[in-house]
């Protein structure tokens, strides 16, 4: 719709059914229609369809029908006393946010522009239409609940007074969400935020970590309904669901006291992802931590790629839409103390030895993964505000590594732990900066510059993939600039790896990492004379 028509404001409104289970259980129409329709499947023809009309999709049934009726264009002139009682608001303090189309969402029809627009579940419902259409949107809505749920004369007003308001704006809260389609964001409200807070740290104070299993529940419960939204993405609340339910697991007892009073003690991981949440939850309303664009919730073309990859003889990465390339040797990974495997100088492969330990490639693309996102986000921090918000294509050719920002959540590996946890933070600071980050694996033999660039010289070869001649062989370098990273962000991960504390403050550590300077050579430096192109101060 606002792609459509970007200048016209886009008026919401919410309603909710009265007593809509007990409605929906006893309703004679609907109990008639099921026993016709479904005849040939029941017992006794009284409608209860498979046995039971209790069950929840019984009740999503009714929430269908009147969004569909609420869409039907009908010629009512004259308004329901509700919705000519209603007065309408409108920002006007500053232009409209604009969104660009693209091939996820183009423009509207005109036949989908006349058709009025409800979103209902169960009892709640939500209008959207144009500041000049809304009155007619509002009528199809209110008649459509009479019409589903039985008019005021027969069953009595099906509408709550309590929560029908007269004021309708460009703001409203919705299944949870507050939804603002004049800024064009959704966001989880600051009440819902406190609330976990005040819960989280509750549980964090105690002497001894636990939790009852109700509280468990609760807590999975509210952050996987918020992960959509939640600036660390989907890494911690899959992370938090595997730990508590694994310790329930163990718990789990017959005893009927068992769900409100049992304790649940909790790993060393649930703690850690427990602090990491914790940490981001009490930022005031309408940060931008817990209100993402609109535009960046849905799925949108991407406006920028990357690449990268690894090899055990270093790792490497470019994008030629923010302009940009780098690589990393062995041995400076080694410095950083990075626990490198002893490789064949001759043919970069690790020495087949039985007792060769070391990083495996996965951890290594990762690291790679980790790198181009702090390039990324420095770039975005310089560059000016883009309409409809960065996109970010994350493009490697190792599956597992572009699966950690949230399968790793299930491993037990300290290791993988803390540099996806590295990864989650990172994402916050991604979501702060309105950039939205996807990740897609790419064949192998179609990521043949990140190759090149991940194969740095050995003492064996010196002469073999240098950087100006991977460079000059590569037209897709030719408008990238050689980007010095700074050696303290790979010390940073390094220690990360190695950290075996279950209260690391991330966000402290990815804003320290994040006001580290990337110095970017001049375009016509086509060369380095290091092996890595690092910088140390």
Not at 201 to 225: C, F, N, W
Not at 415 to 439: E, I, Y
């Amino acid at each position: 719709m606002h792609i459509t028509r970007p200048n016209d404001p886009i008026m919401v409104h919410v309603d909710d059914i009265e007593a809509a289970f007990r409605r929906v259980l006893y309703h004679p129409d609907m109990a008639c229609a099921f026993a016709y329709v479904y005849s040939d499947y029941l017992m006794v023809p009284v409608g209860q369809v498979f046995g039971s009309r209790s069950a929840p999709s019984y009740y999503c049934v009714l929430a269908d029908v009147r969004q569909a009726l609420a869409a039907c264009p009908q010629d009512e002139p004259i308004l329901h006393p509700m919705v000519a009682s209603c007065t309408y608001e409108v920002d006007t303090s500053s232009p409209l946010v604009q969104v660009p189309p693209d091939s996820n969402h183009p423009p509207l029809t005109l036949q989908e522009q006349t058709e009025m627009y409800n979103a209902s579940f169960v009892d709640d419902n939500g209008v959207v239409a144009y500041l000049e259409t809304m009155p007619q949107a509002l009528q199809h809505s209110v008649r459509s609940a009479f019409g589903v749920f039985g008019d005021a004369d027969r069953r009595g007003g099906c509408l709550q007074d309590a929560k029908w308001t007269s004021l309708v704006s460009e703001t409203f809260l919705f299944l949870g969400f507050r939804i603002d389609t004049y800024a064009m964001t959704v966001s989880w409200p600051f009440a819902k935020r406190k609330a976990l807070n005040d819960e989280i740290q509750d549980i964090l104070s105690r002497k001894r970590k636990y939790v009852t299993p109700k509280e468990m529940a609760h807590i999975i419960g509210v952050i996987r309904s918020a992960a959509a939204i939640a600036p660390w993405g989907t890494f911690l609340s899959f992370n938090l669901q595997n730990a508590l339910t694994t310790a329930a697991r163990n718990a789990y007892s017959t005893n009927c006291s068992w769900w409100t009073r049992s304790w649940i003690y909790l790993s060393g991981v649930a703690i850690a992802t427990l602090h990491q949440i914790w940490e981001t939850l009490t930022v005031p309303e309408g940060s931008p931590l817990w209100s993402r664009p609109i535009s960046l919730y849905l799925d949108r073309d991407f406006s920028h790629r990357v690449f990268s990859d690894a090899s055990y003889a270093g790792i490497g990465g470019w994008s030629s839409d923010f302009g940009f390339l780098w690589r990393l040797c062995r041995e400076d990974l080694i410095r950083a103390g990075f626990d490198m495997r002893d490789i064949d100088l001759a043919s970069s492969e690790p020495v087949s030895d039985g007792s060769n330990e070391g990083l495996h490639i996965n951890p290594l693309e990762f690291i790679g993964v980790l790198v181009n996102l702090w390039i990324v986000l420095k770039f975005v921090k310089k560059l000016r505000p883009r309409s409809g918000g960065y996109i970010l294509l994350l493009l490697a050719d190792n599956t597992t590594a572009l699966a950690w920002m949230s399968l790793a959540a299930r491993t037990k590996n300290p290791l993988l732990q803390g540099l996806a946890r590295l990864g989650a933070a990172l994402l916050v600071h991604a979501a702060a900066l309105l950039t939205k980050v996807v990740k897609r694996h790419l064949p192998g033999d179609q990521n043949d510059v990140a190759d090149a660039l991940s194969r740095p010289p050995t003492s064996a070869n010196p002469e073999q993939n240098v950087l100006d001649s991977v460079i000059a062989q590569w037209s897709q370098l030719d408008d990238c600039r050689i980007c010095l990273v700074p050696f303290e962000l790979l010390s940073t991960i390094a220690s990360v790896i190695s950290s075996q504390s279950t209260a690391v403050r991330y966000d402290q550590i990815t804003t320290n990492l994040l006001n580290l300077e990337l110095r970017i050579l001049p375009a016509s430096a086509r060369t380095w004379n290091a092996p890595s192109t690092i910088y140390e101060d």
